[in-house]
């Protein structure tokens, strides 16, 4: 946790846009947390990164795969929403965020190093990618 929150308050002391809600969203993504984020966002894990976070990221197909074998994992309100992000008339383009024990089941499955266990465990970094 003392990752977490080093990571959290380098956010909030950087003036980065918006950085409490970068701060809040790095802290429940690295902890707990599946999120979806646009492409346009994308900044948000530029911002994870300047604050010393560790951003995994993996090709649609290696997302895909990843929550295949997560599926009868992930709360079934979760999925139900999950089913239906850039499915919208606008077609959002989106990316997956992992982190913490959802990025450790997603690991194996999306070519990250076994090495990195070590990095989401102390919640100084996510998986990122297209899903």
Excluded: C
């Excluded at 979760?78 to 959802?102: D, E, H, I, N, Q």
Aim: proline residues 6%; aromatic residues 8%; glycine residues 10%.
């Amino acid at each position: 946790m003392a990752a977490v929150a080093r990571s959290r308050k380098m956010l909030l002391a950087r003036d980065e846009p918006l950085g409490d809600v970068l701060a809040d969203e790095w802290a429940f993504l690295t902890t707990e947390s599946l999120g979806f984020i646009a492409e346009e966002t994308r900044e948000a894990l530029d911002a994870f990164r300047r604050a010393g976070g560790q951003v995994f990221e993996g090709s649609r197909a290696q997302m895909q795969q990843g929550l295949s074998a997560l599926r009868n994992r992930i709360p079934k309100p979760l999925l139900k929403v999950m089913k239906v992000v850039g499915r919208f008339p606008w077609k959002t383009p989106k990316l997956v965020v992992a982190g913490g024990s959802f990025a450790l089941a997603f690991a194996p499955h999306v070519g990250v190093p076994l090495a990195a266990a070590a990095l989401f465990k102390e919640g100084v970094a996510v998986v990122a990618g297209d899903p």
